[in-house]
């Protein structure tokens, strides 16, 4: 098991820019999370998925931000027409749909908008 | 609406020292699950511990403990004899549906 994959590890993009980010899960989770977190603050969540279903939106996230998971496997967010304040470390996580198990968080994608 | 609140930021100890992470939270759900994770230096989270919601039982495992208690909806976790490689962020975290972080504690162990 190789645990929870996220490429690119890091993103550098001119404001304005599309930019798109893919989380592979551990291979038998079914639950999927995405994750923003800026310096000295937690892990603001985003978006979660049960299997390829896409079950809650943060109100935070803008119309900009959309995520998919199509087949119930690896998972992709994308942000359309990137903006400073995107600058951020994207975190992605996997879980057993189980409610005591915990998550498995991958090494993020520190994006960085100029 | 689910909350976790850690209101110490910044903590402070010297290396063998016992010490305390702070945990509330708050949640409708009568079925739910907490946890503790850290993020070294490295950036990536580390699960610790876990508790459900039903079993107020409190635990130690190796140099780790939490006091676990509905009645004041808290959480809290220990850490005892303290290692300059404890030195990093911890999060508290709670899963009823959704996973919510804490804002952190960030912990220095000085040797």
């Known amino acids: 098991d190789t645990g929870v994959s996220q490429n690119p590890r890091h993103k550098i993009t001119k404001r304005g820019q599309n930019v798109t980010f893919r989380c592979d899960p551990i291979?038998?989770?079914?639950?999927l999370y995405w994750y923003r977190q800026t310096l000295g603050q937690g892990p603001e969540f985003l978006t979660y998925?049960?299997?390829?279903?896409?079950?809650?939106k943060s109100r935070l996230l803008s119309d900009r931000f959309s995520a998919e998971r199509p087949k119930g496997s690896f998972s992709t967010l994308e942000i359309q027409r990137t903006e400073q304040g995107d600058s951020a470390m994207y975190l992605c996580?996997?879980?057993?749909?189980?409610?005591?198990?915990?998550?498995?968080f991958g090494q993020g994608t520190r994006l960085t908008v100029v | 609406a689910q909350k976790v609140t850690q209101a110490q930021t910044e903590i402070s100890v010297v290396e063998k020292e016992d010490v305390t992470l702070d945990c509330v939270y708050e949640?409708?759900?009568?079925?739910?699950?907490l946890f503790w994770y850290k993020q070294p230096p490295s950036g990536e989270l580390v699960f610790l511990i876990r508790?459900?919601?039903?079993?107020?039982q409190n635990e130690i495992s190796g140099r780790y403990s939490w006091n676990f208690q509905k009645s004041t909806s808290s959480f809290n976790f220990t850490i005892t004899a303290s290692q300059v490689v404890d030195s990093a962020v911890y999060f508290c975290?709670?899963?009823?549906?959704?996973?919510?972080f804490g804002t952190g504690t960030r912990l220095t162990v000085i040797p």
């Open positions: 996580a996997s879980s057993l749909l189980r409610g005591n198990t915990e998550a498995f």
């Open positions: 291979s038998e989770h079914n639950r």
């Open positions: 998925f049960q299997n390829e279903a896409q079950l809650e």
């Open positions: 949640t409708r759900d009568t079925t739910y699950y």
């Open positions: 508790r459900n919601s039903f079993d107020e």
């Open positions: 975290a709670l899963r009823a549906n959704n996973l919510f």
